[in-house]
């Protein structure tokens, strides 16, 4: 069956202090791996898309990996407004269904 | 280029009774999917239309039901509501139902 974990479910952060959000995916097969933001009482908003393993993305202070088995969301010197939770959603192939991980909470504390 | 949108952006039914809820796609993008967002099970995927045909459908009761027309435009119909309905619904959009989506703002839905 078709799964997807992210760890840790939640996270605070000093501003500045580095770190990653892990993205754990079983899939008979991957045609996309995709990373939103979350903010409260908001839709998810797109940041990136991963095809093949060994790619990587980045935005600004946000830089996103992906593995065979994992992806990794790397945030570098995190602000206060990074905070906001990360979901991760794989696209398996043959289908037309996302399926998403419950996200990781982020809060960065100044 | 405008957003998804979504409307009503908040209801309240009572149980048993049925709702429906409308999503407008970015312009250009043919493939809607519909999630249930709960704190609980996060987004829950309902069901993806392209061209007015639905090509997958989620784990979910026949009381959940959707539509696409002509202009790419989506309804989802929930019927006899149930106390655990109660969640954020999620409309997305994408070009072909290929690559990213793009979600809308979301009808929050509390049943009574």
């Known amino acids: 069956e078709d799964q997807v974990t992210q760890s840790p479910e939640a996270l605070r952060l000093q501003e500045g202090e580095s770190s990653s959000l892990n993205c754990s995916y079983t899939?008979?097969?991957?045609?996309?791996l995709f990373w939103y933001r979350q903010d409260p009482g908001k839709g998810p908003e797109f940041l990136f898309t991963?095809?093949?393993a060994g790619e990587e993305k980045e935005k600004e202070r946000l830089k996103a990996t992906l593995t065979k088995k994992e992806s990794f969301l790397h945030i570098t010197a995190p602000k206060p407004e990074d905070s906001a939770t990360y979901l991760c959603?794989?696209?398996?192939?043959?289908?037309?269904?996302?399926?998403f991980g419950t996200g990781t909470r982020l809060k960065v504390l100044a | 280029k405008a957003g998804v949108t979504q409307t009503p952006r908040y209801l309240i039914k009572t149980r048993g009774q049925q709702v429906t809820l409308s999503c407008s796609p970015i312009s250009g993008h043919r493939s809607v999917s519909w999630y249930q967002q709960t704190p609980g099970q996060g987004l829950q995927f309902l069901f993806e239309y392209f061209s007015e045909t639905q090509r997958n459908k989620g784990n979910f009761p026949g009381r959940f039901s959707g539509r696409q027309f002509s202009n790419s435009r989506s309804e989802m119909n929930v019927s006899t509501l149930e106390l655990g309905d109660s969640a954020l619904y999620l409309c997305?959009?994408?070009?072909?139902?290929?690559?990213?989506?793009?979600f809308g703002p979301g009808t929050r839905l509390t049943v009574t």
């Open positions: 991963l095809y093949s």
């Open positions: 959603a794989v696209w398996p192939s043959g289908t037309y269904k996302y399926i």
């Open positions: 899939v008979s097969g991957l045609r996309g």
């Open positions: 997305a959009s994408s070009i072909e139902g290929a690559g990213e989506q793009y």
